[in-house]
T-cell receptor, first 113, second 116 residues
Framework: ETGVTQSPTHLIKTRGQQVTLRCSSQ?????VSWYQQALGQGPQFIFQ???????GRGNFPPRFSGLQFPNYSSELNVNALELDDSALYLC????????????FGEGSRLTVL | AQSVAQPEDQVNVAEGNPLTVKCTYS??????LFWYVQYPNRGLQFLLK??????LVKGSYGFEAEFNKSQTSFHLKKPSALVSDSALYFC??????????????FGSGTQLTVLP
């Protein structure tokens, strides 16, 4: 286990609703990244937070937003849910070094009906 | 923009035989390269990384990977496969020049099945 915890593990929403996913990073890690993994695909980078600020973003619309808190935990918020948002959402923490690997949580599986 | 190709969706190998999972990449400049493994309904687990230096990188669970700059490849290998190695394997790349961003670009994954 990596020490990265995510909640909830599973959730079901309907189109148009909003969702908040939470992540506690591994002890000592100060950088958090979020990835979306659609069924049968590799993870896609959503964004990264360091020192409570977003410092990298992938090709996702503004309705995907996030927060990082002083204890380095993080939230991913998705507004106006669409059916294509159904996916496994992975949180990863790391040290803020150039060569550091990412440590992933187990993910939150979101189903949008 | 960087990209990763894993040309085989599925690799089957008999237990005890050597295994290879292929990965090629495209990136501007020099890359950092990673392999991750994913078991059903689980997150990704780090296996190994190439940063610089020796082209043969050794990682967890007896896996190793060979970096080939001229072929832009980073194939994952293991001398003797175990049934417990059956899982989904992802190759990922990040350009050294990416600065503070830790964005990884992943391939589409290769399902490895080791047959008893």
């Amino acid at each position: 286990e990596t020490g990265v915890t995510q909640s909830p593990t599973h959730l079901i929403k309907t189109r148009g609703q909003q969702v908040t996913l939470r992540c506690s990073s591994q002890s000592g890690h100060n950088t958090v990244s979020w990835y979306q993994q659609a069924l049968g695909q590799g993870p896609q980078f959503i964004f990264q937070y360091y020192r409570e600020e977003e410092n990298g973003r992938g090709n996702f619309p503004p309705r995907f937003s996030g927060l990082q808190f002083p204890n380095y935990s993080s939230e991913l918020n998705v507004n106006a849910l669409e059916l294509d948002d159904s996916a496994l959402y992975l949180c990863a923490s790391s040290f803020h070094t150039n060569t550091g690997e990412l440590f992933f949580g187990e993910g939150s599986r979101l189903t949008v009906l | 923009a960087q990209s990763v190709a894993q040309p085989e969706d599925q690799v089957n190998v008999a237990e005890g035989n050597p295994l290879t999972v292929k990965c090629t990449y495209s990136v501007s400049g020099n890359p950092y390269l990673f392999w991750y493994v994913q078991y059903p309904n689980r997150g990704l687990q780090f296996l190994l990384k190439y940063i610089t230096g020796d082209n043969l990188v050794k990682g967890s669970y007896g896996f190793e990977a060979e970096f080939n700059k001229s072929q832009t490849s980073f194939h994952l290998k293991k001398p003797s496969a175990l049934v417990s190695d059956s899982a989904l394997y992802f190759c990922a790349v990040r350009p050294i020049s990416s600065g503070s961003a830790r964005q990884l670009t992943f391939g589409s994954g290769t399902q490895l099945t080791v047959l008893p």
